[in-house]
Structures are given as C-alpha cells and as structure tokens.
C-alpha cells in the first residue's frame, strides 16, 4: 500500500513538471509569434500595415486627452507637388481617413470615398492620409484617389497622430482643432454613426460651455454693480451727504392752485 502511494506521488510530480514545461514552451511561442507580426489581418496582403483590433472609435475625455491636432503636410500622389492641409485653425470639422494600398478592408473605404453622393455627417470635410512615396506606390494610390478628395502622401502625419495601422481614422472638431475621437473601424457606416456621436457630445459640451459663460458674466455684472454703488457711496459720504439727506430725494411738485 506505502509502494503505491509513493507511485502515485512520484506521477503526480511528474505531471506536475510536464504541465509547467508546456505551460512555459507555449507563453515561448506565443512571444515569438507576436515579434515576428503574427496577429494582423489575415486578408491584407505582404506589407499591408492593418493590425486586428476592436472597431471602435475611442472618444476624448476628461481623464484621457487626446493630443492636439496638427496640420498634414506631404505630397500628392502622382504629380508629387506638396500640399499642405489646415486642421488645427480650420472651422470646419475633418476627418483624417489613414489608408493604404495594401489592406483589403481598406479598399472597401477607398470605394465608399469615391462615391459621388457621400455625405460626413455635420458637413465634415474627408482628407485621406496614407505613408509617404517611400513606403507607399504613388501610381497605386493615384488610381484609387478619389477625385473629388484632398488625398495627402505624409509618413510624417502617421508619426504625428501615432497610427498603429490602416485603416485608421482621426475625427477633428472644427473651430477648436480639438480632437474628439480616433481609432479604426471595419466599415463606413461604424465610422459615421461614431462621428455623429462625437458631434453630439461635441455639441452638447459647447452648450455648457457657453451656459457657464453666461452665467459666469452674469456674475461679473453683480460685483460690478455693487462696486458702482460703493463708489457712489464714499463719494456722497465725502460729499457730506449720508443716507436719509433730503437732497438725495426729488422735492415733491406744488400742488396745483384751487380754482
């Protein structure tokens, strides 16, 4: 009974050390994995730069700020004349569509931007940004810029609003450049219905805003007033005329004589 005990101890401890070696080999693996990229979109073609992630469009908070907007500069595809796009002073919301050549749900995006009858929710202007010529083929993005669509060959944009990957999407508040959300999405109808959010709450922070204006001259107008009044006092008082003094009344008018 003692020697079958002690076997099954003995196994036990074995198992025990097998687990915490395959335990050990898989964390091994996996980290090898990640290093070598494994983990993007099995759809994008070699080079595409198209991360899987949650379609989400993360929104700004009070307890997470998003940088500050910055304007894009690069080139055109093709021709390759710079171009220069105001965000940051514009007073028109934008949004920053990072795309590239490679990714397959980015084609679906490129497609949707060529429609003629797309319309941005709150009348946003569409700017695509995708790397610079040298990571990018300019004649591939040529012919799938759409016309009608500020399209900005810019690494430097990438770096400057830290894209993990395409598609990705940066929405700007107008007249503040503030940014009120980014991230990446799987379709356009994602994309416009977070942005209408963003645009609400927008809204919606811009009314309190201007109601704690109002109320805060309000209160400016009151200790205005009241500073007024205490000058006036001391004047009077320097004056020697004290509250009460007749002069401080208009006389009464005679009363009309009897007739």
């Known amino acids: 009974?003692?020697?079958?005990?002690?076997?099954?101890?003995?196994v036990l401890a074995l198992l025990v050390v097998l687990v915490a070696g395959l335990l050990r080999s898989h964390a091994e693996i996996l980290k090898t994995l990640h290093d070598m990229g494994v983990g993007r979109d099995p759809l994008a073609e070699p080079g595409a730069t198209s991360p899987v992630s949650p379609p989400t469009l993360a929104r700004s908070g009070a307890r997470d700020?998003?940088?500050?907007?910055?304007?894009?500069?690069?080139?055109?595809?093709?021709s390759g004349d710079a171009v220069v796009v105001g965000v940051s002073g514009s007073r028109q919301a934008t949004l920053l569509a990072f795309l590239s050549s490679g990714c397959i749900t980015c084609h679906h995006f490129w497609d949707?931007?060529?429609?003629?009858?797309?319309q941005l929710p709150g009348g946003a202007r569409l700017?695509?940004?995708?790397?610079?010529?040298e990571a990018e083929s300019e004649s591939a993005i040529g012919g799938m810029a759409p016309p009608e669509v500020t399209v900005v060959m810019s690494s430097e944009a990438w770096d400057d609003y830290e894209v993990?990957?395409?598609?990705?999407?940066?929405?700007?508040e107008g007249g503040t450049g503030r940014l009120v959300g980014q991230g990446t999405a799987p379709d356009w109808e994602?994309?416009?219905?977070?942005?209408?959010?963003?645009g609400d709450d927008g809204a919606l922070a811009a009314s309190?805003?201007?109601?704690?204006?109002?109320?805060?001259r309000a209160e400016r107008r009151k200790l205005d007033?009241?500073?007024?009044?205490?000058?006036?006092d001391e004047l009077l008082m320097a004056a020697g005329i004290y509250p009460g003094d007749p002069s401080l009344y208009a006389a009464p008018e005679p009363a009309p004589p009897d007739e």
Request: charged share 20%.
């Open 164 to 172: 993990p990957g395409s598609p990705y999407f940066v929405f700007v």
């Open 65 to 78: 700020p998003l940088p500050p907007a910055a304007d894009i500069s690069g080139t055109a595809p093709v």
């Open 1 to 10: 009974m003692v020697v079958l005990v002690v076997i099954e101890a003995v």
């Open 190 to 198: 994602q994309v416009e219905r977070l942005m209408t959010q963003a």
């Open 208 to 216: 309190r805003h201007e109601s704690d204006a109002r109320t805060r």
């Open 112 to 118: 949707t931007f060529a429609r003629p009858d797309l």
């Open 127 to 133: 700017v695509i940004v995708t790397m610079g010529a």
């Open 225 to 232: 007033d009241r500073a007024r009044e205490a000058r006036a």
